[in-house]
């Protein structure tokens, strides 16, 4: 089993900034690819950001330019460097863990943008 911890999530207004954080326990052999993936209400879970142990990045379109991912291998953590942000990128904010058919969510961190 893996768990995942993320941190970082919060009220910020429009044009602000957060780092998210995400801090993977347990058999952390498993895995291969991180990734933030968001809900908000209403609304299907979306994928904001992956990258992989080889640092390859894939971005949702609507975060794109205004977000950053990266992982420290060494500590198996994510962080999600979200700029400029907008109202509607208010959402509960989850880390995933993904490895060999094996997938792993976090509980999920509250970001709340004001306009």
């Known amino acids: 089993q893996v768990r995942l911890v993320e941190s970082g999530g919060g009220l910020v207004q429009a044009g602000g900034s957060l780092r998210l954080s995400c801090a993977a326990s347990?058999?952390?052999?498993?895995?291969?690819?991180m990734g933030w993936y968001r809900q908000a209400p209403g609304k299907q879970r979306e994928l904001v950001a992956t990258?992989?142990?080889?640092?390859?990045?894939n971005y949702a379109d609507s975060v794109k330019g205004r977000s950053t991912i990266s992982r420290d291998n060494a500590k198996v953590s994510v962080y999600l460097q979200m700029d400029s942000l907008k109202p509607e990128d208010t959402a509960v904010y989850y880390c995933?863990?993904?490895?060999?058919?094996?997938?792993?969510w976090g509980q999920g961190t509250q970001v709340t943008v004001s306009s």
């Open positions: 995933k863990a993904s490895g060999l058919r094996v997938y792993y």
């Open positions: 990258i992989t142990t080889g640092d390859s990045t």
């Open positions: 347990g058999s952390i052999g498993r895995i291969n690819a």
